[in-house]
């Protein structure tokens, strides 16, 4: 605690010694001036002996304490003046502090017993005459200051001084107050520079800060998607952080500063004229922002309006932001036409309405700058020393004006800021029913005042509640305001939209810009529409638009990149927006799945009917030679092909691309299996030796034991496949669909399975070669050679084409060649012998079954037909057992075929009974044939012997 209050001490000691330096190197200073103006005649300032005092007029009224004011009645002139031109409103900002002394001194709940009176001056919007007047206000080794020459007497304290209203003096004069710590509240001073409470402690104000004025702009430039602008700024406390503000505000919206133009007192009017040239060079930057003053805005104006740059949209601070004065005058109005303004949104206070029009102009007399404000706002006068100008009538008011223009309005923040210093006084001087502690005012503690008029609280003139934000700076509440043209010779100021701190930005009425209705592009680049995609350059808001690359979109204005479609997805025309493709395969109600379904249906429905005959002409002799059950299994794994046509034309999924080549090479391998099994039985039947006995192996388990095993070889060669590399759904991707697409990887598999089935194939054929001369009905060899060739031609079409075809091709191969295979086998193997069954029925007999005319027993009919025939010829000597056994076999044979209507074994062991016989026959046969040529050899000898005889 003693190290912090030694530590306030020295910073207090400090203080007061720069205050004491501070003030008398002013008084130096103002001192000189006067002797150079007393030397070389010009108007200026005296010393009076106890203090400055001005030749200008002052507003002055004693009281127990008072109240200093500053205000801007002239502003600098052309030709350097310090003060020049007159402001038509100066004459209502001091009425306005008039008006709110007056109403605290009349009412009773405010500083009771206590008469504000004030002190005000011209200041000319100049720091030095600013600070001139500021030290009037300042008492010195207790002495007070004085407004007049005569300070004869000792005039009341000023507690408070209520301005600038620029600015630049505002820094001067608060610079200086705080050094005597005397509060100053201004009513339009918005440089940032003042928020620093560690310079300006003591600087209060009731308009926001142009940090907020910056984010109104930053907000229009959102709205608008400008990003090539202009700054013209003046070079003050007041442009110069505008602008630092703004910038800073600018920066994340990747907004392009063309140029930065200041302007100041200094500035020549070749400098003005350079100025205005380059900004209408620069056509693409059509928004130009400006945190200026009124008279250093005129001349740039002044000067636009001789180069007619038009075209330009001018967003302007609160400093002439909503100025008719200022955009009025010389034709400038044609130039600014459009502008937007952001002006502090203040209020109209009824009854200081009722109050300017109570005022005469010709009679009052208490604000000396009334009558010539007013006349010049009329273009009138109250004096007899100007006979060119017309006189006034008398019944001129601000009145009027003031309820209708919005800068008129701002009269509210200097009526808010007396209201803040009586507040502070009355809530520092303890006043309590009706009665104020007085003592207080001897000796004041202003760092205790100040904090007083930190934390009032009032109903303020816009009708909102009024009060310091954290002690510092007021709440921002900005009036957008729009310059539009309603006649040749008539410009107004429109609201157009406001801005708050808590609601942003607002804007609610169309404005009218410099173009028509359409806003300013102001962009040094067009912007990319959606489907192109941004390629900066230098500086960083202009760019190339590029369009998006194939598949890619960007649906968002300048976009930095183009974002790929996902598989599946194919981009708009103008490469928005991805589109999801349509999916692509052959749904069962596509005419090719109809047709292909019907047919095999068709198909079904003929295999079944084939079964069906097939077992109600089981023990017909032409369907027991076809060997039943493999038969049967032949219509079922036949059936099973057809079936196979509505797997195929399913939608593809990983289930049904698997499933598909599971279910086609089973069916495939058990219809040649069964193939296989019936031409090897009948083989092994008739194509055996005669002395190799009965075969084995041909009962109808076996034959399933063997056609299992075949299917079981190409499941297990299946399985492995689906199991090493499964076969997967594929999503193609044409330019307008996707395809639905089976995956199944390398060609492992697949010829697995083709070199199996072909395998299977080739050894059917050749059983189908082996069985070509067997009897009858049991002489397939044809029906199944075909058969197997078919099966193995559509084997090796089919897997190159289904595995290499679009998917409308794939389905189209692979139904036809499940429909045509298992056709051909229908039709070679079982329609003959339906043929027979229900057009022929008298060939479905036994006889049919063995038709010896082909085979080998009808070679041994025709050798004992030979043999019978040459016995015919030669009767006398052979012997007559010969014709005994030829009718035995002629008459024996038929007979026992004839009676035999039994089954297949039966039948069999009947054929070996004959074969047997036959090979007794045989024997016989060749006796016989040993016989007769010895008969033979026997009859030449005798025919030799004969012939000897004869000779001799």
């Not at 109005?333 to 109570?358: N, R």
């Not at 084409?801 to 499940?818: E, H, P, W």
Request: net charge negative; aromatic share 10%.
């Amino acid at each position: 605690m003693t190290k912090t209050h030694n530590l306030m001490s020295v910073m207090f000691n400090i203080r007061e010694i720069y205050r004491l330096f501070v003030l008398q190197t002013l008084l130096i200073q103002i001192s000189a001036w006067n002797e150079y103006s007393e030397a070389t005649h010009l108007p200026g300032f005296t010393y009076s002996g106890n203090f400055i005092s001005s030749h200008d007029k002052v507003a002055f009224e004693s009281g127990d304490v008072i109240f200093g004011g500053l205000f801007a009645i002239h502003i600098p002139g052309e030709n350097g003046q310090v003060c020049g031109k007159r402001q038509q409103l100066a004459g209502l900002w001091v009425e306005s502090m008039l008006y709110a002394v007056q109403n605290v001194n009349d009412r009773d709940d405010i500083l009771p017993g206590v008469i504000v009176g004030y002190d005000i001056k011209d200041d000319c919007s100049d720091p030095n005459t600013a600070l001139e007047h500021a030290l009037s206000f300042i008492s010195v080794e207790g002495k007070e200051s004085c407004s007049q020459n005569d300070c004869g007497e000792m005039r009341p304290p000023t507690v408070g001084v209520i301005g600038t209203g620029a600015s630049t003096t505002s820094v001067a004069v608060a610079d200086l107050l705080g050094l005597f710590h005397i509060p100053q509240v201004s009513y339009s001073a918005t440089s940032t520079l003042l928020s620093d409470k560690m310079r300006f402690p003591f600087f209060l104000r009731t308009m926001a800060s142009d940090n907020n004025q910056a984010r109104v702009m930053a907000d229009l430039t959102a709205k608008y998607g400008w990003n090539y602008v202009i700054i013209l700024h003046t070079k003050d406390d007041y442009g110069i952080p505008g602008i630092e503000a703004l910038k800073a505000e600018l920066k994340p919206l990747n907004v392009c500063i063309e140029d930065i133009y200041e302007l100041s007192r200094h500035t020549t009017d070749y400098e003005v004229m350079e100025i205005v040239r380059k900004m209408k060079y620069t056509d693409k930057a059509e928004v130009i922002f400006t945190f200026c003053l009124k008279h250093d805005i005129s001349r740039v104006l002044d000067e636009a309006v001789k180069q007619d740059l038009t075209g330009r949209t001018w967003i302007a601070s609160d400093s002439w932001g909503d100025s008719i004065q200022t955009v009025s005058t010389g034709g400038r109005g044609s130039i600014v036409e459009g502008m937007l303004g952001i002006v502090p949104q203040g209020g109209v206070d009824d009854s200081f309405t009722k109050y300017l029009y109570s005022l005469e102009i010709n009679k009052y007399t208490r604000n000396p700058w009334y009558k010539d404000t007013l006349g010049d706002m009329n273009n009138c006068t109250t004096s007899s020393n100007k006979p060119n100008t017309q006189r006034c009538h008398g019944n001129e008011t601000f009145a009027d004006v003031y309820q209708k223009r919005s800068d008129c309005q701002r009269s509210s923040f200097v009526i808010d800021a007396v209201y803040a210093l009586a507040y502070g006084l009355h809530d520092y001087l303890e006043c309590w029913n009706g009665e104020c502690n007085l003592d207080r005012l001897q000796h004041m503690d202003m760092e205790e005042f100040l904090i007083s008029v930190r934390n009032v609280t009032f109903p303020g003139t816009n009708g909102e509640v009024f009060y310091f934000k954290n002690g510092n700076d007021p709440v921002a509440d900005y009036a957008i305001s729009n310059l539009e043209r309603i006649s040749e010779n008539k410009i107004i100021f429109n609201k157009v939209g406001d801005w708050s701190e808590t609601s942003g930005l607002n804007l609610n009425s169309e404005i009218h810009w410099s173009s028509g209705n359409q806003s300013p592009a102001s962009r040094c680049s067009s912007d990319c529409l959606p489907g192109f995609y941004k390629v900066t350059a230098t500086p960083s808001c202009c760019w190339t638009c590029i369009k998006c690359q194939a598949n890619h979109i960007s649906n968002v204005t300048n976009s930095a990149t183009c974002t790929s479609c996902h598989p599946g997805q194919r981009t708009s025309d103008n490469q928005t927006e991805c589109i999801t493709m349509p999916i692509k395969y052959i749904p069962l109600t596509h005419p090719i799945s109809i047709t292909f379904n019907i047919t095999a249906g068709l198909c079904l429905l003929a295999t079944a009917a084939v079964f069906c005959i097939f077992i109600k002409k089981s023990n017909t002799p032409i369907v027991k030679a076809t060997s039943i059950e493999l038969s049967y299994c032949l219509l079922v794994f036949i059936a099973l092909c057809y079936a196979n046509v509505s797997l195929v034309l399913q939608k593809p999924s990983d289930f049904i691309c698997n499933a598909v080549v599971i279910s086609v090479g089973i069916s495939f391998s058990a219809f040649v299996g069964t193939l296989i099994t019936k031409t090897n039985r009948i083989s092994r039947i008739f194509n055996r030796k005669l002395s190799a006995g009965s075969p084995s192996y041909l009962s109808i388990k076996y034959q399933i034991l063997i056609i299992a095993s075949i299917v079981g070889i190409q499941a297990i060669i299946q399985m492995l496949w689906v199991w090493i590399e499964p076969a997967q759904l594929h999503l193609s991707y044409s330019k307008n669909m996707t395809v639905l697409e089976c995956n199944y990887g390398s060609y492992a598999g697949p010829m697995a399975t083709v070199v199996y089935v072909l395998i299977l194939a080739l050894y059917c054929s050749y059983l189908a070669f082996r069985i070509r001369k067997l009897p009858g009905q049991f002489n397939d060899s044809k029906a199944i050679f075909f058969s197997i060739l078919t099966t193995a031609l559509v084997w090796v079409s089919f897997f190159p084409a289904y595995f290499k075809s679009g998917d409308k091709m794939r389905i189209i191969v692979c139904s036809l060649a499940l429909i045509l295979n298992s056709t051909i086998a229908l039709s070679s193997l079982f329609v003959p012998k339906l043929w027979i069954i229900l057009f022929e029925p008298e060939k479905n007999k036994r006889e049919s079954t063995l038709d010896f005319k082909e085979g080998c027993s009808t070679q041994g009919s025709l050798e004992v037909a030979n043999f019978s025939k040459f016995q015919a010829t030669n009767h006398t000597n052979g012997p007559s057992h010969n014709r005994t056994f030829e009718a035995s076999i002629t008459e024996k044979t038929p007979l026992k075929i004839a009676d035999s209507d039994i089954d297949e074994e039966t039948f069999q062991k009947q054929m070996e009974e004959l074969q047997n016989e036959l090979c007794i026959a045989e024997e016989r046969k060749s006796n016989a044939l040993s016989r007769v040529a010895e008969l033979k050899r026997i009859l030449e000898e005798l025919e030799k012997e004969n012939d000897s005889i004869y000779e001799l």
